[in-house]
Nanobody, 124 residues
Framework: QVQLVESGGGLVQAGGSLRLSCAAS????????MGWFRQAPGKERGFVAA????????YYADSVKGRFTISTDNAKNTMYLQMNSLQPEDTAVYYC?????????????????WGQGTQVTVSS
């Protein structure tokens, strides 16, 4: 059974940084793509970034490009999201997700497994 567990959320001031982690278990993920999504209050869950499990390809939403970095550590079965220059509009619950196949996609419906989410709050 696939399990994704996020951690690393918290409260940070504008301009600060956080690193989110997503620990994956339950199967071999070498043929999977992974993604980060976020959902602010009253808004739909939206795409943040995606990566092939081997880390060879990445894809970012325009709103985070140049500020966020997605990566994987295959030895630890973990995906990360390094978030720099955080702004209040980045405040949301952040979710990690996994999908079979190596296509990097932004649609939530294309992802097969989801974590429980971790709250990120950026104060102004």
């Amino acid at each position: 059974q696939v399990q994704l567990v996020e951690s690393g959320g918290g409260l940070v001031q504008a301009g600060g940084s956080l690193r989110l982690s997503c620990a994956a278990s339950g199967r071999t993920f070498s043929s999977y793509a992974m993604g980060w999504f976020r959902q602010a209050p009253g808004k739909e869950r939206g795409f943040v970034a995606a990566i092939t499990w081997g880390g060879t390809r990445t894809y970012y939403a325009d709103s985070v490009k140049g500020r966020f970095t997605i990566s994987t550590d295959n030895a630890k079965n973990t995906m990360y999201l390094q978030m720099n220059s955080l702004q209040p509009e980045d405040t949301a619950v952040y979710y990690c997700a996994a999908k079979m196949g190596s296509l990097l996609l932004r649609e939530t419906s294309r992802y097969d497994y989801w974590g429980q989410g971790t709250q990120v709050t950026v104060s102004s």
